[in-house]
């Protein structure tokens, strides 16, 4: 039997055979990549990525603190000291040795200086729970609730005196512990006022979620500070200095155009390669805008007097 | 038994299959992970710009290396999966990461060089992209379709320097990147001369 010429594909059509499987292919998986997108924003309607995104204002923010999982907190992190990769940390040996652990308090503006146990720090203040939003340099975001002491009742242990100006923190920095410690040649090293160090919000976090904190969240015991850039709250800290003049923290030593030493967050200052007036939350999809000193400005803007001054916001 | 080479079509398709797996996989590890958008985007972002920079490659190492010389033509199949993972990343910048928000879009183009060297980069390979076919070289005539596909020297560069500039701090793996594409690039311009 003759093939009749109309059931014979053009060649025109032929030739472009590849190219429409690719499209057709493309149209059908659509909806499973809707579908997957939905389940990923937790199994809501709303979630598709063919309506357009719900826009958040400021005020909405503060109301909603939507915690981040604690998959999400455990399994996304910059710490550097255990490799440079996001979920690096995660999946790096447990080689830190969180027990025992102390912490030394010191410096010229202790007078009462000494090393602390982290047990005796656990037993001896009473451990807060804090919801923290917390604000990557890097323009991402997560709400994290926080179990820690304060700061301040650390320092006041330690009898501050006159010349006790600033703060500096000090992290492990031990290759035995840490598969990628002295990348930055030295521990890493952070710094507050001692203004901001005595700030209520400010905290010496043990825990999220009531666990104790895992290796890649700085355990046994970080900073939190959460109206500064994330890299400001620095993590495993062993040592803490009460200091008369600013000390240097590592960012701002790696690259002294891009960090300094306030680091507060304002989405009026952009960092010299990228925005910092929306962030990306943390296993969402879209921005939300970035909010003065994190959403904290009742509580820590008088201690800047000088808006314009962009010196406290890289 | 001997072994013999498959045919270059089959080695061609086994490239193609396994490209694809990558990008599938790449996909696949980043739904399972803390942030789909990020390890998606960057994913996607790093193989897409190292498939670019391999293409060039082609042409200057064929003149030396004999399997090359044989294999030039799978140049096309890497340039045109670099340009594929290169819309994978575009689409989840624009769906995921700004949620089609296009008003935000266009003020963090024009407020980041490294963003609006990426969008340059990905208007320059479309009609890279469009015209890799050998429909397309024999409608246009061989020389006009060179002239054209000459900028890929300037969309791979710009590549590169968009992938430098979205680092933080390990700027290792872009400057070798770059290292390379500044090799490929002298030995263009002193062969053209």
Redesign the interface.
Known sequence: MPIKSSTITPEKIYKKRRTLIAAGLGVLALPIVDKGYAWFNGKSQENSMFLPPQPTTGEQQQKSLELTPLETITGYNNYYEFGYGKDDPAKADKTLITSPWTVEIGGVGADKPGLYDIADIKGEHAIENHIYRFRCVEAWSMVIPWNGIKLADMIKAAKPNSRAKYVRFITLNDTQQMPNAGWANGPYVEGLTIEEAMNPLTLMATGVYDKPLEQQNGAPIRLVVPWKYGFKSSKSIVKIELVEHMPQNTWWKQNDREYGFYANVNPQFDHPRWSQATERVIGKTGRQPTLLFNGYANEVAHLYPDKNNRLFFY | MILRPLPLATQKHLLNIGLCLFLLWGIYDA?I???????LRDFTGRYGAYLLLISLLFTPLSLRLNWVKRHLTMRRNVGVWGFLYGVVHLVVWI???????WS?ML??IA?????LLGVLAFILLLPLAATSNR?SLKRYGYQPWKNLHTLTYVAVPAVIAHHF?AQ???VLEPILMALVLVIVLVWRYRNAH
């Open positions: 739904l992970g803390p942030d789909l958008v990020s390890e769906a995921l990461e700004f949620a089609y928000d935000l003020d963090e407020g980041n060089l490294f963003i429909w500039m933080k701090s390990d």
